[in-house]
């Protein structure tokens, strides 16, 4: 055989194993998002009291209810429909939710005095989406003094056409945890955060997606809140993001991401040092400052307030990030049979990636 009919042969062989070996890399196509659904408080009046030694009973008594009338005022009951809209209109195969409330309080008109925010969220999804994993972070129980309780969930949600894919689960809660003293009204407790994980098999290719809402680095009340969150994010990436699967993290991770001289860009650099694509600056490489999903204070208002980047979808592991496919969304008041609001605080991102392809 001539040299050139073999050279021939031999290129022929490389590009077949290349073709096919391309196909097998292709991947796995899935969209997913993540929300902070917005508690509806940050708990300013009740920290006010507990942190005045001067307080009475009365002034704790007057605090509370001042902070479930700021949650009655962000009505939950036209937020969570709102968000479901975002999320319908997305269509996430998966979908990491943080500051899942319920609410429980006399005072409360509906429900029988029960704000459920997953349960109001689901009902606005109709039978499109439902949670395969949620866990239960800070929770405050004053049922038996003031009939008052409030819990904090992490949740994930699969789109219901996905729901087989679904081949487990697992949760838990960081063992760096913010330490609150005690004080007259309240024994000492911890700010309990974790994450949630989902184990997915999509089309024969297997991932990891999970959700996390990390520790409020940015909280300026003590530097031991930075110190915290940093702790949990080495946790979180040891733990259950240490894996040879593809592994997609999608979450409120506080930390400014757009902002380099802030302090908590030390742990979003974390990520990216351990191999970490963040698929927001994947996408938009040149908008250093943008993308902000962080703080929209006042829910009624045109305008926005969002000025930092809190929210990251994060991949490693042979996880690519289709151009184009990562988005800020929820940025805007809705305009709706609901209610005009804006639907959260925070806004959403939502991300199309691809499973299995390399980056």
């Known amino acids: 055989m001539k040299a050139n009919a073999r050279f021939r042969i031999v290129l022929l062989v490389v590009l077949v194993t290349v073709f096919f070996t391309s196909a097998g890399v292709a991947g796995t196509g899935v969209k997913v998002m993540t929300y902070n659904v917005d508690e509806g408080t940050d708990f300013a009046a009740i920290i006010a009291v507990l942190t005045n030694p001067n307080a009475t009973a009365a002034d704790f008594q007057t605090a509370l209810a001042a902070t479930i009338a700021e949650v009655e005022s962000s009505h939950p009951e036209v937020r969570m429909p709102l968000i479901a809209q975002e999320i319908a209109a997305a269509q996430p195969g998966l979908v990491g939710l943080q500051e899942v409330a319920i609410w429980t309080s006399p005072t409360i008109p509906i429900n029988n005095g029960t704000l ?114 940093a702790e949990q994010e080495i946790e979180l990436v040891s733990g259950p993001a240490s894996t040879r699967l593809p592994v997609i993290i999608a979450g409120d991770f506080n930390t400014v991401a757009n902002n380099p001289f802030n302090l908590t860009f030390l742990t979003y650099s974390f990520m990216l040092a351990n191999g970490f694509i963040d698929a927001w600056s994947r996408t938009h490489p040149f908008q250093i400052f943008g993308g902000a999903t962080c703080c929209q204070e006042d829910l009624t208002i045109l305008q926005s307030e969002l000025t930092q980047r809190l929210d990251q979808v994060f991949v490693r592991n042979h996880v690519s990030v289709v151009p184009f496919g990562t988005q800020v969304v929820g940025n805007h008041v809705d305009f709706s049979i609901y209610g005009d609001s804006w639907p959260s605080d925070h806004a959403a991102v939502k991300s199309a990636l691809q499973i299995g392809s390399l980056p």
């Not at 009204?185 to 089309?203: E, K, M």
Request: hydrophobic letters at 40%; a negative charge.
């Open 116 to 229: 459920d925010f997953l349960q109001l969220i689901l009902a606005g999804l109709g039978q499109s989406y439902t949670p395969v994993v949620m866990q239960t972070e800070f929770q405050i129980d004053l049922t038996a003094q003031f009939g008052v309780s409030f819990k904090d969930q992490d949740v994930i949600l699969v789109r219901t056409d996905l729901a087989n894919a679904i081949t487990g689960s697992n949760s838990s809660h960081y063992h760096h945890l913010f330490q609150v003293p005690a004080s007259q009204f309240l024994p000492a407790f911890s700010i309990t955060r974790g994450w949630v994980s989902a184990d997915v098999t999509l089309n024969g290719t297997e991932f990891s997606f999970i959700t996390t809402h990390l520790e409020d680095g940015t909280n300026k009340t003590s530097p031991l809140f930075a110190l915290v969150q």
